[in-house]
């Protein structure tokens, strides 16, 4: 199926147990994003990429580590998950360009970590 | 911190009415987005502004930019209950950053 898609929908962790939430896009869009979002803080950026082998950070950063080996894969990954990173994470993806830059967002992942 | 910021952070309306809300940012831009969120979904894009547009209209909604002001306004007329969403603005397309959103409720 076309499109962006997030997995899993819902996981639940223990502290300090590593975890890897999925993307994968079918659009071959070069910019992809992970977002967290809680309460009282809207949608913030952990990190985001403008091509395969290039990312960076975003505001929220720590904790977190990302890979993108190939352009439709962008998997977010908890090396040692916190209580405090319990949210709801998405994944975006676009093409980026001046001319479009319309991001489509995933489902999203509701992740607890207990 | 965060590039654009919403105002208000929640708005209540009657059916029928008109919904404004506003979105401040910092530095200069070459587009502005406007999103919504309806509950526990992903965001889906509503409309884009350029920077060398001051008026964008799409359906219901009015987009204005002021980037004298770094400022730009959503204007949905007509609300009905299925706006009911939040909205969010974002700037810099490359890394995509949004503001807290406005929390629309339009009651029937």
């Known amino acids: 199926d076309a499109g962006i898609t997030q997995s899993p929908r819902y996981k639940i962790t223990e502290t300090g147990r590593q975890v890897t939430l999925m993307c994968h896009q079918t659009w071959s869009h070069s910019y992809m994003f992970w977002y967290r979002q809680d309460l009282g803080h809207g949608l913030r950026l952990i990190y985001y990429?403008?091509?395969?082998?290039?990312?960076d950070k975003g505001e929220v950063p720590d904790g977190y580590v990302v890979s993108r080996s190939k352009t439709e894969n962008f998997p977010l990954t908890l090396e040692s998950a916190t209580r405090s990173q319990t949210s709801v994470y998405f994944c975006?993806?676009?093409?980026?360009?001046?001319?479009?830059?319309?991001?489509?967002f995933g489902q999203g992942t509701r992740l607890t970590v207990v | 911190s965060q590039q654009g910021e919403e105002d208000p952070q929640a708005l209540s309306i009657q059916e029928g009415e008109n919904a404004t809300m506003n979105c401040s940012y910092k530095t200069s831009i070459n587009n502005l987005q406007w999103y919504r969120q309806n509950s526990g979904r992903g965001l889906v894009h509503l409309i884009l502004i350029r920077s060398n547009e001051r008026e964008k209209h799409s359906g219901r909604l009015r987009v204005t930019l002021d980037t004298s002001k770094k400022s730009s306004s959503l204007l949905i007329t007509a609300s009905r209950a299925a706006d009911t969403a939040s909205y969010f603005c974002a700037t810099d397309a490359r890394k995509l950053i949004f503001g807290q959103g406005t929390e629309l409720s339009v009651k029937p």
């Open positions: 990429s403008a091509a395969a082998d290039i990312t």
């Open positions: 975006a993806s676009s093409e980026g360009t001046y001319m479009n830059t319309e991001a489509f």
